[in-house]
């Protein structure tokens, strides 16, 4: 909802950014006694970065010891993993095994287990060949060796966003969508932001705007970095493929990243990719024949069986890539003003940790964060990884309300009852997008070519079609 230009909605804190990081800040702000707005571009939560990210959960074995982002994923990923146990957010505690397919990356294990202890990561052993091919007898040939890494997990990206965010709103907080800032003006008490959807007035400002951070950042007269697009492109393949990814596979990492990786899915696919390149367009989402005979050649050599199972769907995903290989957390006191840039993929398991050191940072500025007594319990999320009790199986949750034996979307057994959920949540989905990531609809083998249509009349009926189909 926009408001008048001469009468600006005002707030303790706006949050610029609705992703992962983003809403992990507006929930620990929240609950304070500040009053809180996330300030989104887009019509959903979670809608940029944050929702093709490579979906692990991170043990920070393999981060820069010494740094910022070295401390805050280790003490995400037990933060985070915390978060998921109360709120329900599919996590599978996979473990992940690091494999040398040459002398080089062979002899880079031991160096890396080393790094992984300094990091405060005790759990990585070497292991022999054949221990690698017993763990994942389809890995093709080649192997020499690995690196165990039992800690890494995979998560759902999409529940965790919609669960920060849920339960920053349950504590107070707004979420502003389609308001993309387009101006800042200093005023004597904070900053005035421009917004597509609204001028709203902050005391501080927390820029947690992913790839747009740069642009933030320059309106607030800096100019420290910038932020480029890294395409990150992946696979995925058909459920029965599981069977040959029991865990993750990690490639020996390079500075370009952490290469190519073969993963299952909290949704019970396989994914491979994802590809690095660097490029100048911040919307460049799209897949590309390069890419995808990159992913083909690596993933022959890493494990070709996988090509002889059906690929489910691609995508790309792009990560805010910047100079110096850390993050970016800066207060600035003049201004009243937050930079939360440079966040890479380890954001999503960082996310909570990031929120506290960003409290801190703002408590040093002299704003009271201590939390209230009274915070509501944490929202608990539906279901939509395979290893939980989906509806479509819960033989009780049926017999009590029969819209959860109505399955609407039949690839990826989705529920009337769900769908009906999505609707009546604290964050609705505006748009179809919106509508999968809360329920895997159209997420399956047809890509919603049986339910498609269904699913654009639920959003247009807020789920009422297809409740009228399931009382039939």
């Given at each position: 909802?926009?408001?008048?230009?001469?009468?600006?909605?005002?707030?303790?804190?706006?949050?610029?950014?609705?992703?992962?990081?983003?809403?992990?800040?507006?929930?620990?702000?929240?609950?304070?006694?500040?009053?809180?707005?996330?300030?989104?571009?887009?019509?959903?939560?979670?809608?940029?970065?944050?929702?093709?990210?490579?979906?692990?959960?991170?043990?920070?074995?393999?981060?820069?010891?010494?740094?910022?982002?070295?401390?805050?994923?280790?003490?995400?990923?037990?933060?985070?993993?915390?978060?998921?146990?109360?709120?329900?957010?599919?996590?599978?505690?996979?473990?992940?095994?690091?494999?040398?397919?040459?002398?080089?990356?062979?002899?880079?294990?031991?160096?890396?287990?080393?790094?992984?202890?300094?990091?405060?990561?005790?759990?990585?052993?070497?292991?022999?060949?054949?221990?690698?091919?017993?763990?994942?007898?389809?890995?093709?040939?080649?192997?020499?060796?690995?690196?165990?890494?039992?800690?890494?997990?995979?998560?759902?990206?999409?529940?965790?966003?919609?669960?920060?965010?849920?339960?920053?709103?349950?504590?107070?907080?707004?979420?502003?969508?389609?308001?993309?800032?387009?101006?800042?003006?200093?005023?004597?008490?904070?900053?005035?932001?421009?917004?597509?959807?609204?001028?709203?007035?902050?005391?501080?400002?927390?820029?947690?705007?992913?790839?747009?951070?740069?642009?933030?950042?320059?309106?607030?007269?800096?100019?420290?970095?910038?932020?480029?697009?890294?395409?990150?492109?992946?696979?995925?393949?058909?459920?029965?493929?599981?069977?040959?990814?029991?865990?993750?596979?990690?490639?020996?990492?390079?500075?370009?990243?952490?290469?190519?990786?073969?993963?299952?899915?909290?949704?019970?696919?396989?994914?491979?990719?994802?590809?690095?390149?660097?490029?100048?367009?911040?919307?460049?989402?799209g897949t590309s024949a390069e890419g995808f005979a990159f992913l083909r050649e690596k993933g022959e050599r890493i494990m070709p069986t996988l090509f002889?199972?059906?690929?489910?769907?691609?995508?790309?995903?792009?990560?805010?890539?910047?100079?110096?290989?850390?993050?970016?957390?800066?207060?600035?006191?003049?201004?009243?003003?937050?930079?939360?840039?440079?966040?890479?993929?380890?954001?999503?398991?960082?996310?909570?940790?990031?929120?506290?050191?960003?409290?801190?940072?703002l408590a040093a500025g002299g704003v009271d964060v201590g939390l209230r007594d009274d915070l509501p319990a944490p929202p608990r999320i539906p279901n939509?990884?395979?290893?939980?009790?989906?509806?479509?199986?819960?033989?009780?949750?049926?017999?009590?309300?029969?819209?959860?034996?109505?399955?609407?979307?039949?690839?990826?057994?989705?529920?009337?009852?769900?769908?009906?959920?999505?609707?009546?949540?604290?964050?609705?989905?505006?748009?179809?997008?919106?509508?999968?990531?809360?329920?895997?609809?159209?997420?399956?083998?047809?890509?919603?070519?049986?339910?498609?249509?269904?699913?654009?009349?639920?959003?247009?009926?807020?789920?009422?079609?297809?409740?009228?189909?399931?009382?039939?």
């Amino acid at each position: 909802m926009s408001t008048p230009a001469d009468h600006p909605r005002s707030v303790d804190v706006a949050v610029i950014g609705g992703g992962v990081v983003g809403t992990a800040i507006a929930r620990r702000l929240a609950g304070t006694d500040l009053r809180v707005a996330v300030v989104e571009a887009r019509s959903d939560v979670g809608d940029g970065t944050s929702k093709a990210n490579t979906a692990i959960l991170h043990t920070g074995f393999d981060a820069s010891p010494g740094t910022v982002e070295s401390r805050l994923v280790a003490e995400g990923y037990h933060l985070l993993g915390n978060f998921a146990e109360a709120t329900g957010i599919p996590v599978e505690r996979t473990g992940a095994l690091l494999v040398a397919w040459s002398e080089e990356e062979l002899a880079a294990l031991p160096g890396l287990r080393e790094k992984a202890r300094r990091n405060g990561y005790d759990a990585c052993e070497l292991v022999a060949a054949t221990e690698v091919y017993d763990a994942v007898p389809s890995l093709g040939p080649g192997a020499l060796g690995g690196l165990t890494v039992p800690g890494e997990s995979i998560i759902c990206t999409w529940s965790t966003t919609i669960a920060l965010a849920t339960d920053a709103v349950a504590r107070g907080a707004e979420v502003l969508l389609e308001h993309r800032v387009t101006a800042v003006d200093a005023t004597t008490e904070g900053t005035l932001l421009r917004t597509t959807g609204g001028d709203v007035h902050a005391r501080w400002v927390v820029n947690a705007a992913g790839l747009h951070a740069d642009t933030i950042d320059g309106l607030f007269g800096h100019d420290r970095f910038t932020v480029t697009p890294r395409r990150g492109e992946l696979y995925v393949f058909d459920k029965l493929a599981r069977p040959l990814a029991p865990l993750i596979v990690l490639p020996v990492p390079s500075s370009r990243g952490k290469g190519v990786l073969v993963s299952p899915t909290v949704y019970g696919n396989v994914m491979l990719g994802p590809t690095a390149e660097d490029l100048d367009d911040k919307t460049a989402t799209g897949t590309s024949a390069e890419g995808f005979a990159f992913l083909r050649e690596k993933g022959e050599r890493i494990m070709p069986t996988l090509f002889d199972e059906e690929v489910t769907t691609t995508y790309a995903g792009l990560r805010a890539a910047v100079p110096g290989g850390d993050y970016l957390l800066e207060r600035d006191d003049e201004r009243r003003y937050l930079l939360v840039g440079g966040i890479r993929s380890t954001g999503l398991t960082a996310s909570i940790a990031i929120a506290e050191h960003v409290a801190g940072l703002l408590a040093a500025g002299g704003v009271d964060v201590g939390l209230r007594d009274d915070l509501p319990a944490p929202p608990r999320i539906p279901n939509i990884g395979e290893a939980g009790l989906r509806p479509y199986a819960d033989a009780e949750r049926i017999a009590a309300d029969p819209a959860y034996g109505h399955v609407v979307c039949f690839c990826e057994r989705v529920t009337a009852g769900e769908v009906r959920d999505a609707f009546d949540s604290a964050l609705p989905p505006r748009d179809l997008d919106g509508l999968r990531r809360r329920t895997r609809l159209m997420n399956g083998r047809c890509q919603g070519f049986f339910c498609g249509a269904d699913a654009q009349a639920a959003l247009e009926t807020r789920g009422a079609s297809l409740l009228a189909g399931a009382d039939r």
